[in-house]
T-cell receptor
Framework: QKEVEQDPGPLSVPEGAIVSLNCTYS??????FMWYRQYSRKGPELLMY????GNKEDGRFTAQVDKSSKYISLFIRDSQPSDSATYLC?????????????FGRGTSLIVHP | DVKVTQSSRYLVKRTGEKVFLECVQD?????MFWYRQDPGLGLRLIYF???????EKGDIPEGYSVSREKKERFSLILESASTNQTSMYLC???????????FGSGTRLTVV
């Protein structure tokens, strides 16, 4: 079992839809959770960062962490064609002295007009 | 606007060549990283560095080396390029990996 699982998609939705992107993980020590957006032929850019459980909102984006289920989500409201990209989750822990995050392989999102 | 700059967007090299990929950051970050990204395999860590002159192997260091002579610059070296090193190479820097990376735009390397 991989440490971080993420459905590769593609996930295709109409403009204006609410999008839910998800990752599951197996390492209960993970405490720091990140979401990156990567446009085609570009490097990933950090979208959201959360620590431990709970929700965090930034504009149309909401990150949610459920540590009891080892499950994190990124919600995009009122999705736009410009949101079409690959979304990668990443997570890390303090244990072992390493802060190197473990990345999911990414979910491809297509928002069509 | 903070930046991680990779010197080349696209490179084509021949098998056996020594290849240098350069990365510069302007955020005064201690930590710098080199990843490669391949379809279906995701991001894989090649090497990272906590400080000047310091380097640590990542998950796939074979066939690569790195150099960090200055805090802002981290170079990836392919000692003898092979076709299986054709990939997208991404440089990143961070204050702490817990709080996220800033990535460069990537270098798409093709080895023929």
């Amino acid at each position: 079992q991989k440490e971080v699982e993420q459905d590769p998609g593609p996930l295709s939705v109409p403009e204006g839809a609410i999008v839910s992107l998800n990752c599951t993980y197996s390492n209960s020590a993970f405490q720091y959770f990140m979401w990156y957006r990567q446009y085609s032929r570009k490097g990933p850019e950090l979208l959201m960062y959360t620590y431990s459980s709970g929700n965090k909102e930034d504009g149309r984006f909401t990150a949610q962490v459920d540590k009891s289920s080892k499950y994190i989500s990124l919600f995009i409201r009122d999705s736009q064609p410009s949101d079409s990209a690959t979304y990668l989750c990443a997570m890390s822990s303090d244990s072992g002295g390493s802060y190197i995050p473990t990345f999911g392989r990414g979910t491809s999102l297509i928002v069509h007009p | 606007d903070v930046k991680v700059t990779q010197s080349s967007r696209y490179l084509v090299k021949r098998t056996g060549e020594k290849v240098f990929l350069e990365c510069v950051q302007d955020m005064d970050h201690e930590n710098m990283f080199w990843y490669r990204q391949d379809p279906g395999l995701g991001l894989r860590l090649i090497y990272f560095s906590y400080d000047v002159k310091m380097k640590e192997k990542g998950d796939i260091p074979e066939g690569y080396s790195v150099s960090r002579e200055k805090k802002e610059r981290f170079s990836l070296i392919l000692e003898s390029a092979s076709t299986n090193q054709t990939s997208m190479y991404l440089c990143a820097s961070s204050f702490s990996g817990h709080y996220g990376y800033t990535f460069g735009s990537g270098t798409r390397l093709t080895v023929v």
